[in-house]
């Protein structure tokens, strides 16, 4: 098949005055700079949606920190009524009891 049983590979010419052709990251890195998405004003637009998408999500994390907070704080008080009536009538509530 090939002279002396070697494999020979795809003969491919390359232009030696043109560097790119040999650097795969610039083949990689080349983009159109007519690429609306690259415009200058629509990264400015798109990084203003994030930011606010950002805020956004950080005020309802608050919020929801919040009320976790009065919740946990609410449970706390039940608990401490419920400790109270316990001793008072001198029996442990549980509510599996059938009675309540």
């Known amino acids: 098949m090939y002279p002396y049983g070697y494999y020979q590979g795809p003969q491919v010419q390359y232009d030696y005055n043109q560097y790119d052709q040999l650097d795969p990251y ?17 990264l400015e637009r798109r990084v203003n949606q994030l930011e606010r998408q950002n805020e956004r999500q950080e005020r309802e994390i608050n919020q929801l920190q919040r009320d976790v907070n009065q919740l946990q704080r609410r449970l706390q008080r039940v608990n401490q009524r419920l400790r109270q009536v316990e001793r008072r009538f001198n ?10």
């Open 26 to 42: 610039a083949q990689q890195n080349q983009y159109d700079p007519y690429d609306p998405d690259r415009q200058p004003q629509q």
């Open 91 to 100: 029996f442990p509530f549980t509510p599996f009891d059938g009675e309540y």
